[in-house]
């Protein structure tokens, strides 16, 4: 058993190195480099995440007017985002990621369910 627990280990390893070594992941973290790099791009994004907690505190309060005034900011501020090419261009490497890591996801989960159910 120790060993088949090694074995998994050392592959989810290699798996995670795949994906850290590839150029589209690279890609992401030189995005988020870049953006840290410049003020006003995270001024705004800190923004956004202030204005979202505004927003789920007053629907967990049940304040809807607040909730809809946060939720208008937000609007708001995220339209100012997309107005920076380098915002724009990490969200698109984002989700691309995003759907290459649901994809594995699947992927294991199908492996799995039909190995324990085949």
């Given amino acids: 058993m120790v060993n088949m627990n090694r074995n998994v280990l050392d592959e989810v390893s290699s798996l995670v190195r795949f994906v850290k ?3 589209l992941y690279q890609r992401y973290l030189r995005l988020i480099d870049k953006m840290k790099k410049n003020t006003s791009l995270m001024e705004l994004i800190e923004m956004v995440k202030k204005v979202q907690r505004q927003a789920v505190l007053a629907r967990e309060r049940g304040d809807q007017a607040l909730f809809l005034q946060q939720d208008q900011k937000e609007r708001e501020l995220l339209s100012k985002l997309e107005e920076y090419p380098l915002y724009c261009e990490f969200r698109e490497v984002q989700e691309e990621l995003n759907e290459w890591f649901q994809m594995i996801k699947d992927t294991l989960d ?6 324990v159910n085949d």
């Fill in 110 to 115: 199908d492996y799995f369910f039909h190995l």
């Fill in 21 to 23: 070594e590839d150029e």
